[in-house]
């Protein structure tokens, strides 16, 4: 009887003891991600980003991987570099969003916006600002005209803050863009996070 008792007991805490053991690898391989739709940052009535990266590696060697980075693994749909100095660069981005695609129904939207890295030794600064949005139909007719139209186009603050965006039969179309869009600059910062920490 008392042999069946302590089975139990030592049965329970090795249970108890692997439940802990796996939480803890859990919890401490999971990473909070650096923005949330929950809270928007803004900044003078727009919506802006902002992360610092702390690696100990000198402004040139931070820009050599901002680069690599711009080269290799940001992929998007358009980019420009407005502005490059020994400790600044400035890039235009536009990522296509891909909402909610099926056979019968295509929504999506492009997104504009500038990565703004500031230099230090050590550190990195990224603001992530003038956000844009603009519907997929309107975006491409725009991009296959010679002069500039004058299309519908969302702030940042329009959508992911006030969502004004909407969709007729489509619910909730401002929340269902905020997410991509912060789950797209979240990957951003997450990959950076990699490239300069390696």
Not at 72 to 88: I, V
Request: aromatic fraction near 14%; include cysteine; proline fraction near 2%.
């Amino acid at each position: 009887m008392d042999v069946l008792l302590l089975l139990r007991r030592r049965s329970v805490f090795v249970s108890v003891s692997v439940l802990l053991f796996w939480l803890c690898v859990i919890t401490s391989h999971a990473r909070s991600l650096p923005f949330s739709t929950d809270s928007i940052p803004v900044v003078d009535e727009e919506v802006t980003f902002t992360y610092r990266f702390e690696a100990d590696i000198d402004k040139k060697e931070y820009l050599t991987r901002t680069y690599f980075f711009i080269d290799r693994e940001l992929d998007p749909y358009k980019g420009a570099f407005l502005k490059h100095a020994e400790d600044t660069v400035v890039c235009r981005v536009t990522d296509y969003l891909d909402i909610e695609s099926s056979m019968l129904y295509l929504f999506g939207v492009y997104m504009t916006y500038d990565l703004v890295f500031v230099y230090r030794d050590a550190s990195c600064d990224l603001s992530i600002n003038n956000i844009q949005f603009m519907e997929k139909g309107y975006y491409e007719r725009q991009q296959e005209s010679p002069r500039n139209l004058n299309l519908t186009m969302f702030t940042g603050k329009d959508i992911l803050v006030d969502k004004r965006y909407t969709q007729l039969f489509k619910r909730g179309a401002s929340d269902k863009i905020a997410a991509a869009a912060v789950a797209r600059l979240n990957d951003v910062v997450v990959k950076l996070e990699a490239y300069f920490s390696n």
